[in-house]
């Protein structure tokens, strides 16, 4: 019988990277399992609320569970608290959730990022349910490419737009040379201003930069 871990969607490249006024969060599109490439077209940057957002990494059906949690209590506490829910408790939750399920753990790899009332934030959540915020961070298959371009390139107090390029250059690195990373690229910044996934036209701007 086939290992579990060769029957889970798995296979890619998340980069988060904090920067002077927001968070930008960036993924790849593919969802491979083993040598198989499942799905070409995997949306891996989710909005949570207007104010925040996350990326997955490892079982497609465990990160899109959690993705649901925190959801539907970032929404609840809008309504309910009429003030967005501060990132580090969206973080929290996640946490709780992951340790909760320890026994039969879900296989992923979050990171949530936002903009809250004390500024961008973004953390790393492993499936452990361990929490650590990061300036930049990647998870995956491709990380190892990735953090090569991301430690040579961030800076204390980057631009978001500079973040947006790094971001996108890292990812673009791993598809270069990781079989679980490619298909495409996708991009979201979080700023005062809310969460706004990059258009087509924008990325295709990245990819000729």
Same mark, same amino acid.
């Given at each position: 019988?086939?290992?579990?871990?060769?029957?889970?969607?798995?296979?890619?490249?998340?980069? +988060?990277?904090? *920067?002077? @006024?927001?968070?930008?969060?960036?993924? $790849? =599109?593919?969802? #491979?399992?083993?040598?198989?490439?499942?799905?070409?077209?995997?949306?891996?940057?989710?909005?949570?609320?207007?104010?925040?957002?996350?990326?997955?990494?490892?079982?497609?059906?465990?990160?899109?569970?959690?993705?649901?949690?925190?959801?539907?209590?970032?929404?609840?506490?809008?309504?309910?608290?009429?003030?967005?829910?501060?990132?580090?408790?969206?973080?929290?939750?996640?946490?709780?959730?992951?340790?909760?399920?320890?026994?039969?753990?879900?296989?992923?790899?979050?990171?949530?990022? +936002?903009?809250? *009332?004390? @500024?961008?934030?973004?953390?790393?959540? $492993? =499936?452990?349910? #361990?929490?650590?915020?990061?300036?930049?961070?990647?998870?995956?298959?491709?990380?190892?490419?990735?953090?090569?371009?991301?430690?040579?390139?961030?800076?204390?107090?980057?631009?978001?737009?500079?973040?947006?390029?790094?971001?996108?250059?890292?990812?673009?690195?791993?598809?270069?040379?990781?079989?679980?990373?490619?298909?495409?690229?996708?991009?979201?910044?979080?700023?005062?201003?809310?969460?706004?996934?990059?258009?087509?036209?924008?990325?295709?701007?990245?990819?000729?930069?």
């Amino acid at each position: 019988m086939p290992e579990i871990e060769n029957l889970i969607l798995h296979g890619t490249t998340t980069v +988060g990277i904090r *920067a002077a @006024g927001g968070v930008v969060l960036c993924a $790849d =599109m593919r969802a #491979s399992a083993g040598y198989f490439i499942a799905n070409n077209n995997t949306m891996k940057i989710q909005k949570i609320d207007g104010h925040a957002g996350m990326t997955m990494a490892g079982g497609v059906a465990d990160a899109q569970n959690i993705t649901d949690v925190l959801r539907y209590h970032a929404r609840l506490h809008r309504v309910r608290m009429q003030r967005p829910m501060p990132i580090r408790s969206i973080t929290r939750l996640a946490s709780l959730v992951f340790h909760q399920n320890r026994g039969y753990p879900f296989i992923a790899d979050i990171l949530v990022g +936002g903009h809250d *009332a004390s @500024g961008p934030a973004l953390y790393n959540i $492993d =499936m452990f349910g #361990s929490v650590e915020p990061k300036s930049y961070v990647t998870t995956g298959s491709g990380s190892p490419v990735a953090y090569g371009l991301l430690e040579d390139e961030w800076a204390e107090g980057i631009s978001m737009d500079d973040a947006v390029r790094v971001a996108y250059r890292a990812v673009r690195a791993a598809i270069a040379r990781n079989i679980g990373t490619g298909d495409g690229i996708n991009v979201a910044t979080i700023d005062a201003s809310g969460f706004r996934l990059l258009a087509a036209e924008e990325r295709a701007a990245l990819g000729n930069a």
